[in-house]
């Protein structure tokens, strides 16, 4: 059954009146907190084209206790420059199995729906559905993004290199049935969308199918995906991943066909809400769809050098690297 939404959480009750502040006074405000400032300019210049409430967060974990936001002694502007461009580099590293995820999980879906019911327009068919309403909006999602693509300007296409989109091709050259196939429909969809398709599918049996085909349960799968609109989207816009809360985290296997962390302490309470567990799905999705990624050694490479405080704030532990599910592909 679907699960009824929760109620939104009560507005504050105060009224913003905080003014804009000029890039100098911003400096000064740091410089106020304690931070050491080497170069005026060059921190300027970071503040201008990187946005000063975009870096502040970066300097929580140099603060000390107390409502004045005061910094440890000797904290620099690099040391919070520095967690900035190691969260960036992060979000790369993040987004490139996100999108190997996605691609398998459309893939699968596609290709399990349309070859089992030997219907590429299976997701026309109402019956596959357990949520008529969600069926509904599924179709009309699809059914804008085939307006729209009308409307637009036609892609070019009149040299061997240059190749109009095969939605476009399908949309001018066909004029039923009026939606594309399944291969074309699961490509205009957004994670998010994929992933309540994916959700309302009625037979146990299909999401099982699914699921199976890049390793997990469909349970699990469901769990993930939801995971993965969140991580994509902090990622997608740029926003902080190392240390941010999620709200939504994934679920952990207890199937065996699963793979996971092997040793008992692998995961303690403490990292369960952090982004470890995160990375750790994606890596096991990763063994079954592309286990010649070498995805694992691009994390640990980027994870290994850095300090306790970046660790924690992921909730990887410090042996991480030790456990059996990293050490087979980090060997």
Same mark, same amino acid.
């Given at each position: 059954?679907?699960?009824?939404?929760?109620?939104?959480?009560?507005?504050?009750?105060?009224?913003?009146?905080?003014?804009?502040?000029? =890039?100098?006074?911003? &400096?000064?405000?740091? +410089?106020? /907190?304690?931070? *050491? #400032?080497?170069?005026?300019? %060059?921190?300027?210049r970071?503040l201008?084209?990187?946005g000063?409430?975009?870096?502040?967060?970066?300097?929580?974990?140099?603060?000390?206790?107390?409502?004045?936001?005061?910094?440890r002694?000797?904290?620099?502007?690099?040391?919070? =420059?520095?967690?900035? &461009?190691?969260?960036? +580099?992060? /979000?790369?590293? *993040? #987004?490139?199995?996100?999108e %190997?995820?996605?691609?398998?999980?459309?893939?699968?879906?596609?290709?399990?729906?349309s070859?089992?019911?030997?219907?590429?327009?299976?997701?026309?068919?109402?019956?596959?559905?357990?949520?008529?309403?969600?069926?509904?909006?599924? =179709?009309?999602?699809?059914?804008d993004?085939?307006?729209? /693509?009308?409307?637009?300007?036609?892609?070019?296409?009149?040299?061997?290199?240059?190749h109009?989109?095969?939605?476009?091709?399908?949309?001018t050259?066909?004029?039923?049935?009026?939606l594309?196939p399944?291969?074309?429909?699961?490509?205009?969809?957004t994670?998010?969308?994929?992933?309540?398709?994916?959700?309302?599918?009625?037979?146990?049996?299909? /999401?099982?199918?699914?699921?199976?085909?890049?390793?997990?349960?469909?349970?699990?799968?469901?769990?993930?995906?939801?995971?993965?609109?969140?991580?994509?989207?902090?990622?997608?816009?740029?926003?902080?991943?190392?240390?941010?809360?999620?709200?939504?985290?994934p679920?952990?296997?207890?199937?065996?066909?699963?793979?996971?962390?092997?040793g008992?302490?692998?995961?303690?309470?403490?990292?369960?809400?952090?982004?470890?567990?995160?990375?750790?799905?994606?890596?096991?999705?990763?063994?079954?769809?592309?286990?010649?990624?070498?995805?694992?050694?691009?994390?640990?490479?980027?994870?290994?050098?850095?300090?306790?405080?970046?660790?924690r704030?992921?909730?990887?532990?410090?042996?991480?690297?030790?456990?059996?599910?990293?050490?087979?592909?980090?060997?």
């Amino acid at each position: 059954m679907p699960q009824p939404r929760r109620a939104p959480r009560p507005r504050g009750t105060l009224s913003y009146d905080k003014p804009p502040m000029e =890039l100098e006074d911003l &400096v000064d405000r740091l +410089a106020d /907190r304690g931070l *050491v #400032i080497v170069n005026r300019d %060059r921190a300027l210049r970071h503040l201008r084209h990187i946005g000063y409430y975009r870096l502040s967060p970066y300097t929580i974990p140099f603060q000390t206790a107390g409502p004045e936001h005061r910094l440890r002694d000797g904290t620099s502007f690099d040391d919070v =420059l520095d967690l900035y &461009v190691f969260d960036r +580099a992060l /979000r790369s590293v *993040v #987004i490139d199995a996100l999108e %190997r995820v996605e691609v398998a999980v459309r893939a699968a879906l596609t290709d399990h729906m349309s070859t089992v019911y030997d219907d590429p327009h299976w997701y026309m068919d109402a019956s596959h559905f357990r949520d008529r309403g969600k069926h509904a909006g599924l =179709l009309k999602i699809v059914r804008d993004t085939c307006d729209e /693509r009308l409307r637009g300007t036609p892609d070019a296409g009149e040299d061997s290199l240059v190749h109009r989109s095969a939605l476009e091709h399908y949309l001018t050259t066909y004029g039923s049935p009026e939606l594309p196939p399944s291969w074309l429909m699961v490509e205009t969809l957004t994670v998010g969308q994929l992933t309540s398709g994916y959700r309302n599918l009625k037979r146990r049996s299909d /999401r099982t199918a699914v699921a199976r085909s890049i390793g997990l349960t469909a349970p699990v799968l469901e769990s993930w995906m939801q995971t993965y609109v969140r991580v994509r989207n902090v990622c997608a816009h740029h926003g902080r991943l190392w240390n941010v809360g999620l709200g939504v985290y994934p679920a952990i296997p207890n199937s065996p066909i699963v793979s996971w962390l092997e040793g008992t302490e692998a995961l303690p309470e403490r990292s369960r809400k952090r982004l470890y567990p995160v990375l750790v799905s994606l890596q096991t999705v990763l063994e079954t769809i592309s286990p010649r990624s070498g995805w694992a050694r691009r994390l640990h490479e980027l994870v290994d050098s850095r300090p306790a405080m970046n660790l924690r704030g992921m909730g990887i532990p410090d042996d991480w690297a030790d456990d059996p599910f990293w050490r087979r592909q980090l060997d």
